[in-house]
């Protein structure tokens, strides 16, 4: 099957593509269970599709991988299908990103011309160290209310009209 033929409200969906982009990991409670969410956008020779990742399978994948979908089910968002593994699917990757860097956490420090091991390391672990700026606040960050969907470009417009809103109207400060 590929991604062209795939319709709204489609199940039975086995397909293999790769993935050449995953967004950010999203948080969610529905039913006092906690779940993590994620949207990567998939393609094949046909073309491109929005691939829903859930829980596990978000560790799984990274972009550059083939993924294997079997009995996958095809949605769709404000006129947009998106691709998952639905109730009863599941996702194999079959091929894994043949030159993938490693990430700062396992790469060896670096040493700098005349420096002596010790100064390398403490120089790395200085690099991975928020400076004061950074906030190191360890607040998970704010979900969205129940039935209000927000796109990242809009959020910051929509908290501060939140903020605004929820501000007293014609109450004074008391002096003592």
Sequence with gaps: MKISELQARQGKVDIEVDIVDKGEVREFEKFGRAGRVCNCTAKDESGEIKLTLWNEDIDK????????????????WQGELQLSTGKFGKLEVVG???????????AEPEAKPGASPETAERSA?????????EDTGTTAPEQPKPG????PDKKKEAEEAENISEEPVGEEEQIE
Excluded: F, M
């Design 96 to 106: 894994k990103q043949e030159s993938q860097e490693l990430s700062s956490e396992q």
């Design 148 to 151: 209000i969907s927000v796109e």
């Design 61 to 76: 994948v990274n972009v550059g991988d083939k993924v294997k979908i079997e009995n996958g089910y095809v949605g769709e």
């Design 125 to 133: 672990a200085d690099e991975q160290a928020p400076s004061e700026s």
